[in-house]
């Protein structure tokens, strides 16, 4: 699956759980600026302990507020537990 591919059925499962419009378009966001954050490394393969430092370095590169930074941990969240499980 490529990148658009993968975001594409992201945001179909997420539209599948019943998110407004407003909540897809905000994670679908987040974790798009996440793969750009982690370049050639596709977010997919990674193992748990390094979306783990990843995500830490990610929020604090972009300085988020508390808001940003607890929706960047939801999208993540729901991308790798739910979403990535499905896939595997």
Same mark, same amino acid.
């Given at each position: 699956?490529?990148?658009? @591919?993968?975001?594409?059925?992201?945001?179909?499962?997420? %539209?599948? =759980?019943?998110? +407004? #419009? +407003?909540?897809?378009?905000?994670? &679908?966001?987040?974790?798009? =600026?996440?793969?750009?954050?982690? #370049? &050639?490394?596709?977010?997919?393969?990674?193992? =748990?302990?390094?979306? &783990?430092?990843? *995500?830490? @370095?990610?929020?604090?590169?972009? #300085?988020? +507020? %508390?808001?940003?930074? =607890?929706?960047?941990? @939801?999208? &993540? #969240?729901?991308?790798? *537990? @739910?979403?990535?499980?499905?896939?595997?």
């Amino acid at each position: 699956m490529t990148h658009k @591919d993968t975001f594409v059925k992201f945001s179909e499962f997420l %539209a599948l =759980k019943r998110y +407004s #419009g +407003s909540t897809i378009n905000a994670y &679908l966001s987040m974790v798009t =600026k996440f793969q750009e954050f982690l #370049g &050639l490394v596709r977010m997919e393969r990674l193992n =748990k302990d390094v979306i &783990l430092i990843k *995500t830490m @370095d990610f929020i604090q590169a972009k #300085g988020y +507020s %508390a808001a940003s930074h =607890k929706q960047v941990l @939801d999208a &993540l #969240g729901l991308f790798y *537990t @739910d979403f990535m499980r499905m896939w595997q």
